[in-house]
């Protein structure tokens, strides 16, 4: 049994009460959830159906989800911004992400989307936009990033000119 241990919050426009919907870890981790029928649903406070904002915390990516996203094509980790979650450490396993890259069940459309992510850690490093990089997670990715140069050539397509701009150059592309 999956315990509903995560939430997603729904604030009201009229009167600014906050209802709480629980999720569990998995529903809350692959976004497994209508945003419709929550944004427009009843506040419990004065029945409007006028949304404000919906809003969860995110979920520790470990290498139990991150497996079952990677062998699965349905499942994402966020409609809009799933590598730069993928490649950040505070939410995700990182280490998990090199060990998939190797393992010839994953799919090659997340392969790619695992390339992009650490290109987009080796961008925040070297330029200091977006996430915070230590210079340890840094250092790995590079390394592991150059172990896999063929398979990053491979990815070039799906890895924003931006992030490409700063990341392909530390890796000597």
């Known amino acids: 049994m999956d315990s509903k241990e995560y939430s997603i919050t729904r604030k009201c426009k009229r009167c600014g009460n906050i209802d709480v919907f629980p999720l569990s870890k998995r529903e809350a981790a692959f976004d497994l959830y209508n945003r419709y029928s929550l944004w427009y649903s009843e506040c419990s406070n004065c029945n409007s159906t006028q949304c404000a904002s919906l809003g969860r915390s995110y979920v520790y990516l470990d290498e139990s989800l991150l497996r079952e996203w990677a062998y699965s094509e349905a499942l994402r980790v966020n409609e809009q911004d799933e590598e730069v979650i993928l490649g950040d450490e505070t939410i995700s396993d990182v280490n998990a992400l090199f060990d998939l890259l190797d393992d010839h069940s994953v799919l090659f459309t ?64």
């Open 110 to 173: 997340k392969k790619k989307i695992i390339i992009e992510a650490l290109c987009v850690v080796l961008h925040d490093y070297l330029t200091g936009d977006g996430l915070e990089v230590s210079n340890t997670l840094a250092a790995r990715v590079r390394a592991e990033l150059i172990k896999r140069k063929p398979m990053v050539v491979d990815s070039e397509d799906w890895i924003m000119d931006y992030v490409k701009q700063a990341a392909f150059p530390y890796l000597g592309l």
